[in-house]
Nanobody
Framework: QVQVVESGGGSVQPGGSLRLSCAASGSIDNIVAMSWYRQAPGKERTFLALIQGDGKTGYNGSVKGRFTISMNLDKDTVYLQMDNLKPEDTAVYYC??????????WGQGTQVTVSS
């Protein structure tokens, strides 16, 4: 009932910035929260940030202060502003939407590469 699509990934130098977008479609009125995760090669998918319908946010402590999650007024698009990027931030970044029935919907991911 819900589809999400990530965009905005690419290559950036260490210390640079990147802004990811996640667009939701379908039964978006049922969405109660959206989150960002990432997965590097050989590692498990890791939670990064969450935003609720009331605007309240939560972060993984490892990225708090560098990454910022936000949502548009229609509550169908979330963003992840990433600043002071490091090589260890290189990963596939995924968006997740959670609905009122605690169903989870994942996007296809967008690649972020941080290197000189």
């Amino acid at each position: 009932q819900v589809q999400v699509v990530e965009s905005g990934g690419g290559s950036v130098q260490p210390g640079g910035s990147l802004r990811l977008s996640c667009a939701a479609s379908g039964s978006i009125d049922n969405i109660v929260a959206m989150s960002w995760y990432r997965q590097a090669p050989g590692k498990e998918r890791t939670f990064l940030a969450l935003i609720q319908g009331d605007g309240k946010t939560g972060y993984n402590g490892s990225v708090k202060g560098r990454f910022t999650i936000s949502m548009n007024l229609d509550k169908d698009t979330v963003y992840l502003q990433m600043d002071n990027l490091k090589p260890e931030d290189t990963a596939v970044y995924y968006c997740n939407a959670r609905d009122k029935r605690v169903n989870y919907y994942w996007g296809q991911g967008t690649q972020v590469t941080v290197s000189s």
